[in-house]
């Protein structure tokens, strides 16, 4: 179940999903996607892949963006177990 998407400059979309279901019965998190395009523009993706995963259970992401000079990708975690405060989160390549 889709989300929220964010295209990054280099055309990858990226899907957080939004499966549902919290603690204890949900026994991971929320995962977000990467889907690389296809040779043209209305062919299907090339790839998909999971790009990262929530490790809290009760979070997921929201409001993916990329940073317009091109730092990293911006997560918001909602909904987090423990202390219930909201997170944004940013990923960087290693290195950077």
């Not at 929220?4 to 019965?25: F, M, R, V, W």
Request: glycine share 12%; with cysteine.
């Amino acid at each position: 179940m889709p989300d929220n998407l964010a295209l990054s400059k280099s055309g990858d979309l990226y899907i957080a999903e939004d499966p549902g279901g919290g603690s204890p019965t949900k026994k991971k998190g929320d995962d977000i996607w990467m889907a690389s395009p296809g040779k043209d523009p209305h062919a299907p993706a090339s790839s998909v892949v999971r790009f990262a995963t929530l490790t809290d259970c009760d979070a997921e992401p929201t409001g993916l963006y990329f940073d317009i000079r091109g730092w990293g990708l911006f997560v918001n975690a909602q909904h987090r177990g423990g202390d219930h405060l909201d997170k944004a989160v940013l990923i960087t390549r290693s290195g950077n």
